[in-house]
């Protein structure tokens, strides 16, 4: 993808001299934890490099986070209205708890080359601002820091609906500009925070093409009541696996049952697609299925669907003795030997 785009959107500290992985910090931005920068981040393949180029910052507009963006994101809708494809595709990601600014774009820069999407990495300080000793303390203030940040991520969303999303729709074939929405772990406590503690502004809203809760690292408990308020144009997929390790950590430890670890009645009657991948081949205690180390054609091709906006539950089988429920392989009336 030669013009294909990732772009990171962060509350975390700047160092605006860095032009590496460094340019965003562990603590939250000097201004405060809802205040914004934006950065162009590209991938030297040669020297195995970040380059992050920071856009500069415009104080007179402080309701508009992509104020100093706008050329980059009408330069985006300029090209989609001259149908250059490899610009349609979109999701928003928020990655899970410890995750670095690094980390966040190496799975972006996955996202981009498996699956075919650009990205825009909403990159908060979901790593310990500090060494703690006490794993238990470090993860409760991650947790604290996920639920501080749902207001950057709630500005985030109002200014690219603005600048970005209803343009590009306008401007884009029918059906052909994509935008959905990637929450990885301990993020999907990010997105709970934001649907149940902030005022949803109809205006200010993003209408996702698909909503992907991957893995969440939240409690079974209520979860499905604040997935079920929030808006797609396509599906609201939950993916799930039992034997995910880190979240079988985090819930011996310190948590209630995690929803991404349930293997039945998440779907709630069909309003949420439960894609359980439990016991898939090649599977066993994985956390992310969204890289390029996972060895099931079935998988790889939902996640690519999905991201993409389009339905992904089209790849997978379908449970007929629970509406909403698909898995990775056939149902027990198959013989085991046609996993894939």
């Not at 950590?249 to 069909?270: D, I, K, M």
């Not at 079935?298 to 429920?325: A, M, Q, W």
């Amino acid at each position: 993808m030669k013009t294909a785009k990732i772009l990171v959107i962060s509350n975390r500290v700047c160092n605006s001299e860095c032009t590496s992985d460094d340019l965003f910090g562990q603590d939250f931005n000097q201004s405060g934890p809802s205040e914004l920068r934006v950065a162009e981040a590209k991938f030297d393949q040669q020297t195995s490099r970040w380059c992050l180029n920071l856009l500069p910052e415009d104080r007179s507009q402080p309701d508009n986070v992509c104020q100093e963006s706008n050329k980059i994101f009408q330069d985006i809708v300029d090209g989609i209205s001259k149908k250059n494809e490899e610009i349609e595709k979109w999701v928003i990601f928020v990655p899970g708890y410890c995750s670095p600014c690094l980390e966040g774009l190496n799975k972006s820069l996955q996202l981009q080359e498996y699956h075919g999407v650009n990205v825009i990495l909403f990159s908060w300080p979901s790593d310990p601002r500090e060494p703690v000793l006490n794993p238990i303390e470090s993860y409760r203030r991650t947790q604290e820091a996920a639920r501080i940040s749902a207001v950057a991520l709630d500005r985030v969303l109002s200014s690219l609906n603005r600048v970005f999303v209803q343009p590009a729709r306008l401007a884009s074939r029918p059906g052909h500009f994509k935008f959905s929405l990637l929450a990885h772990s301990l993020g999907n406590y990010l997105i709970q925070n934001l649907v149940q503690l902030i005022p949803i502004h109809e205006a200010n809203k993003i209408q996702f093409d698909n909503i992907i809760l991957h893995q969440p690292d939240v409690d079974l408990e209520g979860s499905q009541f604040w997935i079920k308020s929030m808006d797609a144009e396509g599906h609201k997929y939950v993916t799930t696996n039992e034997y995910d390790e880190t979240l079988r950590y985090v819930s011996n430890f310190v948590n209630p049952e995690r929803l991404g670890q349930v293997t039945h009645h998440v779907g709630l009657a069909g309003e949420i697609v439960h894609v359980d991948f439990t016991k898939a081949r090649h599977i066993n205690n994985e956390h992310w299925f969204f890289g390029n180390k996972i060895d099931n054609t079935i998988i790889n091709s939902f996640c690519t669907k999905v991201l993409r906006g389009e339905p992904g539950e089209n790849s997978l089988f379908i449970d007929e003795n629970e509406e909403g429920r698909y898995q990775a392989f056939p149902f027990e009336h198959f013989p085991t030997t046609q996993r894939n």
